[in-house]
């Protein structure tokens, strides 16, 4: 048999001879409850008997899994694979067994991560992304990656889902943005509000303006920084149209903001005549 098949694994119902698969099984079950003589099993070794039929079966996919390593340069089989559909079921099934279920024994996971078995593939990509993004914080300085990001618009789509996932965790929802996750990014500087952190960057401008000029009167359009006199023309109304918070009001407040340029020069000049 071996010498036309290759192997010695008989079918449990081989056509062309019952006889011989139940004397295979046969001889499975005598070694395994201690009952063949070991001159038998020496001369059953010789030819590469298979004991155990299901761990032959699994280190045969472990083989192929290596075999996808080697061509694909990862273990990132999908489930549907068109090119090796039993291999594609083999690893979900690995995956459920070894990190959902824990029913995986330890001799096959070490084999697996030997490897390098992707056990969450999700954990995986999140990680791969995060490290686009502090390559792109080494590049440009923060984490304000567009949304149509040219250069890699994966990267600029992952950013915006992360501060939806994170607003989501804020109002209660579950969500894949873990505590761990929040740890990573905030260890990076991540924004998780672009136009909050604009806001508090045009706020740190005006400032330092006041520091320089004694007020917060900046022309609206300021030759040395037009960003800056748009952006208090903005605030003001913004305020006189309530839609700008109470933090932010007092924020202003705080350094002497003037809400009405106009309102505040007549009082300068009543106080001049006064």
């Keep these: 048999y071996k010498d036309i098949h290759g192997d010695t694994l008989v079918p449990a119902k081989y056509p062309d001879n019952l006889q011989l698969t139940v004397w295979v099984d046969t001889q499975r079950q005598n070694r395994k409850n201690k009952k063949m003589a070991p001159g038998r099993i020496a001369k059953l070794n010789e030819i590469g008997f298979v004991w155990d039929v299901l761990e032959a079966a699994w280190e045969d996919m472990l083989q192929q899994l290596k075999q996808y390593k080697d061509k694909h340069g990862d273990t990132l089989v999908p489930k549907n694979s068109a090119e090796n559909p039993r291999l594609g079921r083999w690893v979900f099934t690995q995956r459920n067994s070894g990190r959902k279920n824990n029913s995986l024994a330890q001799e096959r996971v070490d084999k697996l991560n030997e490897v390098g078995f992707i056990w969450d593939p999700f954990e995986d990509s999140w990680n791969e992304m995060f490290q686009k993004i502090v390559e792109y914080k080494d590049k440009h300085g923060d984490t304000l990656v567009p949304h149509n990001y040219f250069d890699n618009s994966r990267l600029g ?85 309530d839609k700008l918070s109470l933090e932010r009001i007092d924020k202003l407040n705080e350094i002497g903001f003037v809400w009405d340029p106009l309102e505040n020069s007549w009082n300068e000049m009543l106080q001049q005549i006064v």
């Excluded at 260890?187 to 509000?193: K, L, M, Q």
């Excluded at 400032?207 to 006199?229: C, I």
Aim: hydrophobic share 30%.
């Design 157 to 241: 789509k992952w950013v915006t889902r992360q501060r939806y996932l994170y607003k989501c965790k804020q109002n209660g929802q579950a969500t894949q943005m873990t505590d761990e996750r929040v740890d990573k990014l905030n260890e990076i500087g991540f924004v998780w509000d672009p136009l909050e952190d604009t806001w508090h960057e045009m706020f740190q401008q005006i400032v330092d303006y006041k520091d320089k000029h004694g007020d917060t009167l900046v022309p609206a359009k300021l030759p040395d920084n037009l960003q800056l006199g748009i952006w208090v023309t903005n605030q003001r109304c913004n305020g006189k149209n």
